[in-house]
């Protein structure tokens, strides 16, 4: 059965960076899509980006491109996603999503001065 | 980018009742569409793929149709724990939510 674990809540101060953490266990980290969605408090569901191991490739959507960078350790099983530059819109709870069907407990990053 | 626009944003409905919620994308997507509810501070939960496939483990009341631009998700009977908000998403370009559907009594 696959499950994604991710890391703990983070309380970061505007202008600084965090990385989520996304471990894989019961499936290889190479087989699906590794995507990244995002919910801020009372809104929807808004995709970040992705990682397709067919071709190598990292798809970011282009509201995030140039501060967001999303990265996989296949020897631990880990998928990451760095966001810099917080600012408080960013508040909110970070998803990994494996292939459609499989997705993390979320993250909460709250970004607040 | 593919826009997904859904209707109504929210309803109120009993349980038994016929629910249907609607999405459109703003260009064709075949059948790369998907539903999800959501319940509150849990992750989202995959119901339909591929327009009208349902996923393992969901119920029958369930089902999707459609295929283009036009879609639906359609629950037959209502029951207390369909109460959650549903997402359509496309997966024919990268990926994209319509904005939510909260079932509410």
């Known amino acids: 059965q696959v499950q994604l674990v991710q890391s703990g809540a983070e309380v970061k101060k505007p202008g600084a960076s965090v990385k989520v953490s996304c471990k894989v266990s019961?499936?290889?980290?190479?087989?699906?899509?590794m995507h990244w969605v995002r919910q801020a408090p009372g809104k929807g569901l808004e995709w970040m980006g992705s990682?397709?191991?067919?071709?190598?490739?990292?798809i970011y959507a282009q509201k995030f491109q140039g501060r967001v960078t999303m990265t996989e350790d296949t020897s631990t099983h880990t998928a990451y996603m760095e966001l810099s530059s917080l600012r408080s819109e960013d508040t909110a709870v970070y998803y990994c999503?494996?292939?459609?069907?499989?997705w993390g407990q979320g993250t909460t990053v709250t970004v607040s001065s | 980018d593919i826009q997904m626009t859904q209707s109504p944003s929210s309803l109120s409905a009993s349980v038994g009742d016929r629910v249907t919620i609607t999405c459109r994308a703003s260009?064709?997507?075949?059948?790369?569409l998907n539903w999800y509810q959501q319940k509150p501070g849990k992750a989202p939960k995959l119901l339909i793929f591929a327009a009208s496939s349902l996923q393992s483990g969901v119920p029958s009341r369930f089902s999707g149709s459609g295929s283009g631009t036009d879609f639906t998700l359609t629950i037959s009977s209502l029951q207390p724990e369909d109460f959650a908000t549903y997402y359509c998403q496309q997966s024919y370009i990268t990926w994209t939510f319509g904005q939510g559907t909260k079932v509410e009594i």
């Open positions: 999503a494996y292939g459609l069907d499989v």
């Open positions: 990682f397709d191991p067919e071709d190598g490739e990292t």
């Open positions: 260009q064709s997507i075949s059948t790369y």
């Open positions: 019961g499936y290889t980290l190479t087989e699906l899509s």
